[in-house]
């Protein structure tokens, strides 16, 4: 027997989460240094919106190093995971996209909660390589992208890609 559901074509979903402040809290530090001196520290949430003076550099060490005091936003991970176990049975793939350098950090984290996401690292917290990365995936075909990000900078990034591909379902929100 031919049940509807088996009658319609899901088209290919991509679910973009980013790490840091969207599915976990840690206690890693953006280092702001001006003339080869710390001059002050932000967390991720203050990084997002931190605007450097003039001479000012980030140092990104704490990211490159096991996950200190890492605790999840439940609401954020439990959508995660939803949207990881839809992804074993349907056309949906399922990423973490961050701005670290090494993904080591953040995969041995989610091995630790039974969570084994794709992980895409950027190295770099410029919100234009995260949608271009996403535009890298709406040219391989995906016609619905779902994105999750606590920078509004980020957001606002990849929702820019909604006019040049109008026929693209975006959703992006806030975390």
């Known amino acids: 027997m031919i049940m509807l559901r088996d009658l319609i074509v899901e088209g290919k979903i991509l679910s973009v989460f980013d790490f840091d402040d969207t599915i976990a809290k840690s206690d890693s530090w953006v280092y702001v240094v001006k003339d080869g001196k710390e001059v002050k520290k932000l967390d991720a949430g203050e990084f997002a919106v931190y605007?450097?003076?003039?001479?000012?550099?980030?140092?990104?060490?704490?990211?490159?190093?096991?996950?200190?005091?890492?605790?999840?936003i439940k609401k954020n991970a439990d959508l995660l995971k939803k949207q990881l176990k839809k992804a074993s049975h349907t056309n949906r793939k399922v990423t973490i996209l961050t701005a670290r350098r090494l993904k080591a950090p953040i995969n041995?984290?989610?091995?630790?909660?039974?969570?084994?996401?794709?992980?895409?690292?950027l190295g770099n917290a410029n919100p234009k390589l995260k949608a271009d990365w996403i535009e890298k995936q709406i040219k391989k075909g995906y016609d619905t992208v779902y994105f999750m990000d606590d920078s509004?900078?980020?957001?606002?990034?990849?929702?820019?890609?909604?006019?040049?591909?109008p026929d693209v379902k975006i959703i992006a929100q806030v975390a």
Do not use: C, M, Q, S
Not at 56 to 67: A, I, P, S
């Open 108 to 121: 041995h984290f989610f091995k630790t909660i039974g969570l084994d996401p794709y992980v895409v690292t």
């Open 51 to 72: 605007r450097p003076k003039k001479g000012e550099t980030f140092d990104f060490r704490d990211f490159d190093r096991k996950l200190r005091n890492p605790r999840l």
């Open 152 to 165: 509004r900078k980020n957001v606002a990034a990849v929702l820019g890609l909604k006019r040049k591909y």
